[in-house]
């Protein structure tokens, strides 16, 4: 396995990346782009590594309760207890915009 990678692929990488290089740069490049290609190649070496994704490391129990319906509130009651109603619907305060002028 090469050392480095050759001027034609670091100025192929550089114009992908839209930058200019000097020749200073490009030997530098060679040599470090080069050594994260082999880090990156390592992934391949890791003992156990498929294709399958691995989204957490345990299997997934996650047991769900049963949603069950019950019985309905009576409207009228709800926007009696609500401390700002008018008519059948309960006034909240405003929320929208209150920090607009903070990080702006």
């Known amino acids: 396995m090469k050392d480095k990678l050759t001027k034609e692929e670091v100025l ?6 839209r930058i200019e290089v000097t020749e200073e740069e490009i030997e530098k490049y060679q040599v470090q782009l080069k050594q ?10 890791v003992v ?3 294709d399958e994704i691995m989204v957490a490391p345990w299997d997934d129990n996650t047991t769900l309760r049963e949603d069950v319906s019950g019985e ?5 009651k ?4 609500a401390p700002n109603h008018t008519g059948n619907y309960i006034a909240v305060p405003v929320v929208i915009g209150e920090n607009e002028s903070e990080g702006a």
Do not use: C, F, I, Q
């Open 78 to 81: 709800v926007v009696e207890n």
């Open 36 to 45: 994260l290609l082999n880090d990156v190649e390592k992934v391949n070496d």
């Open 72 to 76: 309905m509130l009576d409207p009228k």
């Open 12 to 17: 192929h990488v550089a114009d992908l990346a």
């Open 48 to 50: 156990g590594y498929d």
